[in-house]
């Protein structure tokens, strides 16, 4: 099953409905499109499953601003055929907004959890995230050299049981980065835009 990529083992905690309920607001009030900006890490994923290669990424972002106020993310999606439609889709995603895992869920299909980590900024040539509910952290080594470049993308959900496409399109600027011999890419300074769900 897919959905045991564990990420070399930084998922998110299981969802508390409850917590969150005493946080959020019932519906989501923030209706899409999104257009966010922050900063993120992404490293790609392979890992061999059951005779299959899954193929994905994980992403640790600080977004600064957004519809619902700046909060941190953690995500992992894997390629693969959802409904007839290819393409990326998210199996994890936790926030530390609890108003962001509201419209995350109602507005494109996200599974959306709340849990708290923390996205950190160091002076120098490194970032860290913390994981504050197991105390663990993880830092980030970055390259001096950074260049341009703006992209569409999109991943395949399901929302209220039908399968949709999110399109998406983000612009900033890119460098190195590793941990634990594991290479990605740090975007920064980045304008990211959320489109509606189409099917």
Known sequence: MARKV????IM???FN???AASQSP??????????????????PLLQVQGGRLLIGAQAWVHYASSPVGAYDEYSVALLRVVGGKWGPHVIEMAVSSPRSMICGRANWGFPKTVRALKYLRRAGD???????????????RLSRGWVPFASPA??????????VRVPMRIRGRARLCWSRRRL?????DFEFRVQGPQP
């Open 6 to 9: 564990k990420g070399r083992g």
């Open 12 to 14: 998110p905690r299981p």
């Open 17 to 19: 409905a409850s917590e």
């Open 26 to 43: 019932s519906t989501c009030d923030a209706p899409p499109p999104w257009n966010l900006r922050g900063e993120a890490i992404v490293l």
């Open 126 to 140: 490194s970032l860290g995230v913390r994981f504050e509910d197991e105390g663990r952290a993880r830092s980030f």
């Open 154 to 163: 999109w991943t395949v959900q399901v929302l209220e049981g039908k399968v």
């Open 184 to 188: 990605g890419l740090c975007v920064e």
